[in-house]
Each structure stands twice: as structure tokens, then as C-alpha cells.
């Protein structure tokens, strides 16, 4: 039961364009969202994050939008640069009996094109 | 800044040895989480500790034990080792066990031969 889903595999984006990446989940219970970015061979680095009272947060290019009733949360990425071509995981964040638990969406790799 | 640090970076296994992952993590996160990735896949969350007491198991083999040090660090440690445990450890650690961000470490891959 993949309670984190993100729908598409692969993302190919021109250098400059907008990035958009997306991320479903179904648990009512997720109140916090983040995305990360991760290379191979390293460990994913914490991008952006959200929380479930606000529906939008901006941090330089990057800016995430939260659809609450949809239960859906986006990435946008804009201008997309060379750099940001990695694998990105939405996760979502639940406390719950006294933990964090943390579950990731499958990936999308993110490929920006010169 | 100071990350998350992990050791070792690779580690090369036969079946059946045990295998000991440590993990340090930021100063004054008191929260530790080890994640297994399997090729192609997701993070899976195995255990975490929060101020040295386990605070959260997920879906850890029986074969797998971990501990969180009065330094904070941590160790994963991990006997009869399988050739299905190849794969990618991460540690995260986080300011308390609430809403709070978890950062990773880089990881240790693993491979089990």
C-alpha cells in the first residue's frame, strides 16, 4: 500500500523552463510534506517543506504548493537549471504515539536538457 | 554546516557475516533514523531512537539490531547477513521527534556476496 505516490518515473525539462513534479498521498493523517533531492551515491539533501496549514511555501526557485482536499502537493522549479537534474522524493510526515514517521514516493528523475 | 556522518561508505559482505553501520549525527539532534534503499526504490524506514531510547520500528529484519549511544550516535548492526540486504543505509537525524525536518546522511552502500 503505497501511501506516498509519485505518478511519473522520469521528467525531462529544456534549461530555463519551469519544472513541475508531483506527489499524491492518502493518509488524512500526513500533516507536514518535504521534498528532497538526492544524486547517486548520496543521500537524499532536504529541498523544501510544507505544512499542511499553509498551501503554498517559496524558497528562491523552488516553491511547493499543498491541495489539501486533493491530498496533492507539487514542486515547481523555476528557471530549471542543468544542476537540478537528480531523482526527487515528496515525503510526508506524520507524528504519531510519540514518533516521527516519515514515508517517501517512489522518486522522480528529474532530467534538465541544455 | 555539520552533517550527518556515516561509516563506513561501502562495505562488502559474505552471507551469513554480521555487519556493524554507524551513524553520527548533527550536534544537537537527539533523533536517529536508519531508512534501507533497495535498487530502484523508495527510502524504507527500519528504526529510530529518540534520546537513546527506540522511539519507532519499522520494517527491520529480527536479524538487525540498533542502538543510540549517550553521544547520540548510533549503530545498526546486522547478523546473518543475506544477499536481499544489499543495498543503500541511510541514517537521518532531526532536532527532537516532532515536526521537525530530517537530514540525511550520505549513506552506506552495502553489498552482500
Known amino acids: 500500500d503505497q501511501q506516498v505516490k509519485q505518478n511519473s518515473p522520469s521528467l525531462s525539462v529544456q534549461e530555463g523552463r519551469i519544472s513541475i513534479l508531483n506527489c499524491d498521498y492518502t493518509?488524512?493523517?500526513?500533516?507536514?510534506f518535504l521534498w528532497y533531492k538526492k544524486y547517486p551515491a548520496e543521500g537524499p539533501t532536504f529541498l523544501i517543506s510544507?505544512?499542511?496549514?499553509?498551501d503554498k511555501n517559496e524558497d528562491g526557485r523552488f516553491t511547493v504548493f499543498l491541495n489539501k482536499s486533493a491530498k496533492h502537493l507539487s514542486l515547481h522549479i523555476v528557471p530549471s537549471q542543468p544542476g537540478d537534474s537528480a531523482v526527487y522524493f515528496c515525503?510526508?510526515?506524520?507524528?504519531?504515539?510519540?514518533?516521527?514517521?516519515?514515508?517517501f514516493g517512489q522518486g522522480t528523475r528529474l532530467t534538465i536538457n541544455p | 554546516a555539520a552533517g550527518v556522518i556515516q561509516s563506513p561508505r561501502h562495505l562488502i559482505k559474505e552471507k551469513r557475516e554480521t555487519a556493524t553501520l554507524k551513524c553520527y549525527p548533527i550536534?544537537?539532534?537527539?533523533?536517529v533514523y536508519w531508512y534501507q534503499q533497495g535498487p530502484g526504490q523508495d527510502p524504507q524506514f527500519l528504526i529510530s531512537f529518540y534520546e537513546k531510547m527506540q522511539s519507532d520500528k519499522g520494517s527491520i529484519p529480527d536479524r538487525f539490531s540498533a542502538q543510540q549511544f549517550s553521544d547520540y550516535h548510533s549503530e545498526l548492526n546486522m547478523s546473518s547477513l543475506e544477499l536481499g540486504d544489499s543495498a543503500l543505509y541511510f541514517c537521518?537525524?532531526?532536532?527532537?521527534?516532532?515536526?521537525?525536518?530530517?537530514?540525511f546522511g550520505p549513506g552506506t552502500r552495502l553489498l552482500v556476496l
Open positions: 493518509n488524512s493523517m500526513f500533516d507536514y
Open positions: 550536534p544537537r539532534h537527539d533523533t
Open positions: 515525503a510526508a510526515s506524520a507524528f504519531i504515539q510519540g514518533a516521527q514517521k516519515l514515508v
Open positions: 537521518a537525524s532531526s532536532l527532537a521527534a516532532g515536526r521537525e525536518t530530517q537530514y
Open positions: 510544507i505544512s499542511s496549514i499553509k
